[in-house]
């Protein structure tokens, strides 16, 4: 089992509309989440962390953690042409000697 | 606040040869971290250092070396170049206030190709 799963995708959603992500990872001492966007070509930019179990609101980003359940999600409301790109998870864990790993990212593809 | 700066962005190499690359982090970052990214494998963590000293490792060869200067400069070395090596090389800096939390931001990137 991967230690941090994505659904590779794409995704595809209609402009205007709400793009889902979600993310799961297996370490359950797993204390610090992050959600980022890279672009083809580019290196990941930040786009929200998350530390604590419920919803974290930035602008149009909407992240979702459930430590219970072992998953992390991303909303992107009213998503955008330039939304297309792909989103990676990424988690710290105590197990893994905190250091940061990815899951493999989820393509996602606005259509205008 | 400049970003995280990577040298050179862009790196052609023949397989045996070997190669470094450089990354400065933000200012006031005190840790650097160092990924490669492959299209098959995604981004794997290759180590990161701390106060000079590496703190962490992720599991690629011997081949695969860094350091970290007294002004948390850091450089990342590959020797002998396998075809394998061809891939982006990425270079993450965060504060280090706070083991498990640290937010990281990547710089731009190095390009390898090997020949």
């Known amino acids: 089992q991967k230690e941090v799963e994505q659904n590779s995708g794409p995704l595809s959603v209609p402009e205007g509309a709400i793009a889902s992500l979600n993310c799961t990872y297996s370490?359950?001492?797993?204390?610090?989440f992050f959600w980022y966007r890279q672009y083809s070509g580019k290196s990941p930019e930040l786009i929200m962390s998350?530390?604590?179990?419920g919803d974290k609101e930035d602008g149009r980003f909407t992240a979702q953690l459930n430590k219970a359940s072992q998953y992390v999600s991303l909303l992107i409301r009213d998503s955008q042409p330039s939304d297309s790109a792909t989103y990676l998870c990424?988690?710290?864990?105590?197990?893994?000697?905190?250091?940061?790993?990815f899951g493999g990212g989820t393509r996602v593809l606005v259509k205008p | 606040k400049a970003g995280v700066t990577q040298t050179p962005r862009y790196l052609i190499k023949t397989r045996g040869q070997q190669v470094t690359l450089s990354c400065s982090p933000i200012?006031?970052?005190?840790?650097v971290s160092w990924y490669q990214q492959t299209p098959g494998q995604g981004l794997q963590f290759l180590f990161e250092?701390?106060?000079?000293?590496?703190?962490n490792k992720g599991n690629f060869p011997g081949r695969f070396s860094g350091r970290q200067f007294s002004n948390s400069r850091s450089e990342m070395n590959v020797s002998t170049l396998e075809l394998g090596d061809s891939a982006l090389y990425l270079c993450?800096?965060?504060?280090?206030?706070?083991?498990?939390?640290?937010?990281?931001?990547f710089g731009p990137g190095t390009r390898l190709t090997v020949l």
């Open positions: 200012s006031g970052h005190r840790s």
């Open positions: 370490d359950r001492v797993s204390q610090s």
């Open positions: 990424a988690v710290i864990s105590r197990a893994a000697g905190n250091k940061l790993t």
């Open positions: 998350i530390y604590s179990n």
């Open positions: 993450a800096s965060s504060l280090a206030s706070q083991a498990g939390t640290d937010t990281q931001y």
């Open positions: 250092y701390f106060s000079e000293t590496q703190r």
